[in-house]
């Protein structure tokens, strides 16, 4: 993961169990967003994103590629 880039978007793919030893690293990065695909949905994480200030959402990265909205 960059250490010294600004990060927009971080996009995940692993289920909350996984989630678990990225988190404090994920939150870390302050992104503007954190995308939850399909079957990673965490409320716990998106909490804490949320009391970070950082989006939190639910969505399909193909999706919102291919619609424009990434």
Do not use: W
């Amino acid at each position: 993961m960059p250490s010294d880039e600004s990060v927009d978007t971080v996009t995940l793919y692993l289920n909350p169990t996984h989630q678990a030893s990225y988190a404090d690293r994920i939150l870390s990065l302050h992104p503007r967003r954190i995308v939850f695909n399909p079957g990673t949905e965490n409320p716990e994480l998106e909490d804490l994103a949320s009391q970070k200030g950082i989006q939190a959402q639910r969505a399909c990265t193909l999706v919102l590629l291919s619609t424009g909205q990434y």
